[in-house]
């Protein structure tokens, strides 16, 4: 190829070179440029509604003071209860628990039974009362529904004279190999921040939880409660 016919190929790659940049340049003008359209009033309503909507906790877990309902009005429905023969079993693993003690995931059913929502709440990070080291706190909840009509809720309470009310349910749990944890704290009751009526609660060692890959949960001996009205 002779020298001058280099330096015109030169040439002409450097004008078509020269040209995609103007062209690139023009475009990221024109978007900078470019008006920005305001937002109606309904279209702002309506985005504020997606908003909240994925802010909402997928589940409702106030279920009109089910249990604590059914306790003031007892001379009102006629009662019986048996206990529950199935077993609430439910597995995390580590990283499960680390995601959902960082506050990453949002209450679920684990399971439902009657008018009753058996819910895993969480993980809680807190110092623990007897051995003043890092605990993880796995939360359940019994969520109750309350009918007019009568019902059957899942429950750790004992009302009737054929369940004996020194009996509560047994909190279970095994890592992945079948082995119980070196420690473990255990606690139930009410008054929680979104159930306001019964939970269980497993603590846990921080450090013996990152030792296992998984953790299976129990629940059992929990009690059957039917109602009707009179």
Known sequence: MSKKLIIITLALITILYGCQQDDVSKAEADVENEPVEENSDEQIESNDEDTQAKEAKPIHLDRNGGINRLFNRMDQFEITQEYYLEHITFELSK????????????????????????????????????????ELVIDVGLAHTFKEEGGTLLTDHAIAENINPRSPAEMRIRNGEGNRPQYIGRSSGGEHEEIPEERFSWHLKYEEVQENDTWQFKLVGLKELNYQEK
């Open 95 to 134: 990283y499960e628990i680390a995601v959902l003690s960082a506050g990453q995931a949002e209450p679920e059913i684990i399971t439902s039974f009657g008018d009753t929502d058996v819910v895993l709440m969480g993980v809680r990070k807190e110092i623990g009362y007897s051995t003043g080291e890092e």
